[in-house]
């Protein structure tokens, strides 16, 4: 268990509708386009020169390649390559999955995904369960499951102090990747890399305005649905503390 002090990693990264937008470009003669290269964050020019486009990095990659970004894709540009955002590690498959140019990604993990996506995004989703429990400036706000951190986020621009934990470190490598989970190095987040059934356990009693807790579905995290956790969630609470548990 220990503190992890979240550093964001910048990319340039491309989704199907922007590689596209600079095919098109390039098939109607343009020199440059002005394309999101952050997931809807900033727009920036990129060069069109022949059968190669240049990244304001100096990378350059044939527009041939672009192709190979998937309608669900989030990939990074790098070296002259266009690399998937995924990958396999200690048994699992983890992949950033695309919810459109300007939206927040959602993470994929062997499969299941992370938020809700099916007539919402994975930002609106996380924004719905903060909603409910009313964060006021000042909150003291416990956030199990941090995953790319929307839920931590959105409550810490609400005026919450923040404490979050993460089980799996390749999440959050995954998350320095993805532009929507910078936040997450907010001087209000505290994010603990860890299992939350040790730090629960060494938190203050009636210390924390509020809870939510998203944890993995039950077969991959049983302990998380124990009777024993709820008991040191009650704990941590404040006296008509409120608990929003994603079941």
Known sequence: MRQFAFRPKPALLLVRETAEQIVQAAQRGDRTILVSLDLGFSKTEVDIRGEQVVFPDGSKVNIRLLSKVGPEDVCMVERGEIFKLAFYADNRYYRLLSAGPNEAPT?????????RIKDTTPWRD???K??????????????IGTGLGYTAII???????????ELDPNVLEMARINPWSKGLASP???????N??????TLPSDHFHSAIHD?????YAGELYSKSFYVELFRVLKPKGRLYHYV
Not at 188 to 194: F, Q, V
């Open 126 to 128: 996380a924004l719905e």
């Open 107 to 115: 993470l994929e993990i062997s499969g299941i995904h992370m938020h």
């Open 188 to 194: 209000r987040i505290h994010l603990w890399l860890g």
């Open 215 to 219: 944890p993995p579905r039950f077969a």
């Open 130 to 143: 903060v909603r409910s429990l009313r964060i006021a400036p000042g909150t003291r706000v416990l956030d």
């Open 155 to 165: 409550a810490s621009r609400q005026g919450g102090e923040v404490t979050t934990v």
């Open 196 to 201: 939350a059934l040790e730090l629960v356990p």
